[in-house]
């Protein structure tokens, strides 16, 4: 990315049309905090500097702020404008331009931005909108044009009139901006609406009306333009953030036999040749091998990692867990903090009991063990290789390798060959 170009990342901003003690910019799409998706954008495009303004609630929500990312507080939150403002004293030395970028835009696409930040640096503009043709363009700022079509100002859906309310095109948040044009721009800014904010929207008319060229770049897919200030909102976002995810796993060769019920959390991988059955939730930092048959009805929950081809199957929750190659955990099971090697058989109604009360144990089941149906592992607890536990079996403590265990709580059976 160009040298000249830094960002603002809005995200200051309280819940309240969510309704929510959480910062909105926390709220998460298919397993990731919305601003998650605009730092990752911000890293993806490579931009050198840029700023997040952070207000309410900003300890909880700096935490996601990675490193390279400089923070600043905005003190009260009176508007975007305002929050613009506090930014940029950071960005002295810029001769360039900056885009402005609100942490609730999580649809937003790489490629969008970078078409917008082209046209912008290559047209000598002092600023340019990301726009869309919004058919019910309810809630967004409308974008107004002079006789000669050229962008005029914009008007908040609050302060608009009935005309300006039927305009479809609708300003997206997004802009570009020269930035000394940006910074004389902001001081002229007046609380004059409905809200009594300061809107970054209004330095779009303060430049018109000095005669200084304002353009726009036109997104295609209107999903990209999703702001979301209400629940519904954060549903209809989470909807086409899962299709997205869902799209790229069957590109990259795994079958989702019912995409509309398969809940693939962002950033979980999932190899080759996988089959996704219905009814399935998999979160992040889930790691599925290649050729695995996953479903239906199954919770695979964070930290799990499942090696190639093995069958997690009916009614399964698996968390923190490492599932072994070719091992099958296929009915009914909860198997939590476990370490299950390969070849393994999982056997119906297998639970691990992991938390006493008061702290999470391991349990450790090595290659080619047997557990039979009904089994509960009392963790912290090993089973050895090779080793079988009959049905119903309660295991209290190590089963070495290589014997059968049976009843409650389990005693050896019988040993085999090493056992
Ligand atoms: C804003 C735009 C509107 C546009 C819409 C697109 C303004 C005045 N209006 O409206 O034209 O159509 O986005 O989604 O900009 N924030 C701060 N500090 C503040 C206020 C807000 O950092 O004092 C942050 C919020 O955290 C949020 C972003 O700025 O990430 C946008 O604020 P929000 O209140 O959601 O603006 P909208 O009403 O959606
Ligand atoms: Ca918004």
């Not at 500097?49 to 900003?58: R, T």
């Not at 000598?124 to 006789?147: C, E, I, S």
């Not at 044009?181 to 000095?210: C, F, H, M, W």
């Amino acid at each position: 990315m160009k040298k000249d170009i830094a960002c603002i990342i809005l995200a200051a901003g309280k819940s309240t049309r969510m309704k929510s003690d959480y910062p909105k910019v926390l709220h998460s799409l298919c397993g990731w905090p919305m601003l998650g998706y605009i730092l990752d954008l911000v890293s993806e495009l490579k931009i050198k500097k840029a700023v997040a303004v952070l207000g309410y609630k900003h300890a909880e929500v700096r935490k996601l702020i990675p490193s390279g990312i400089k923070v600043v507080i905005q003190k009260s939150l009176l508007g975007t404008a305002d929050a613009v403002k506090e930014a940029l004293p950071q960005f002295k030395n810029l001769k360039g331009h900056i885009l402005v970028l609100y942490g609730d835009n999580p649809l937003l696409k790489k490629e969008t931005i970078k078409g917008l930040i082209k046209y912008h640096t290559e047209n000598n503009v002092a600023a340019t909108l990301l726009t869309a043709d919004v058919h019910k363009p309810a809630g967004y700022g409308r974008v107004l044009r002079d006789k000669y079509s050229s962008i005029s100002g914009i008007v908040e859906e609050k302060d608009a009139d009935d005309y300006q309310k039927e305009i479809k095109e609708i300003n997206t948040g997004i802009m570009c901006f020269k930035k000394d044009a940006l910074k004389s721009a902001l001081g002229r800014v007046r609380p004059n609406n409905r809200k009594k904010e300061y809107y970054l929207t209004d330095v779009i008319a303060i430049l018109y009306k000095q005669g200084l060229l304002i353009d726009s770049v036109k997104i295609e897919d209107i999903n990209e333009a999703l702001g979301i200030n209400s629940r519904e909102e954060l549903a209809k976002a989470n909807s086409v953030m899962q299709e997205r995810i869902n799209a790229k796993l069957m590109q990259q060769g795994v079958t989702i036999i019912d995409p509309g019920s398969s809940f693939i959390s962002f950033g979980a991988k999932i190899g080759k040749d996988c089959v996704i059955y219905p009814f399935t939730v998999i979160e992040r930092n889930v790691t599925i091998g290649k050729r695995c048959q996953v479903g239906p009805f199954i919770h695979l929950r964070e930290g799990t990692q499942v090696g190639n081809d093995a069958i997690i199957g009916n009614f399964v929750e698996l968390v923190r867990s490492r599932v072994g190659a070719k091992t099958l955990v296929k009915h009914f099971s909860y198997l939590g903090d476990s370490r299950i090697g390969n070849s393994v058989n999982i056997g119906a109604g297998t639970i691990t009991a992991n938390f006493n009360g008061t702290k999470k144990t391991e349990t450790i089941i090595k290659d080619k063990a047997l557990i039979g149906s009904d089994t509960v592992l009392v963790a912290p607890v090993t089973v050895g290789r090779k080793s079988i536990t009959g049905a119903g079996a309660v295991v209290t403590k190590k089963v070495p390798d290589c014997v059968t265990v049976v009843g409650v709580p389990a005693r050896i059976l019988k040993r085999g060959k090493n056992g």
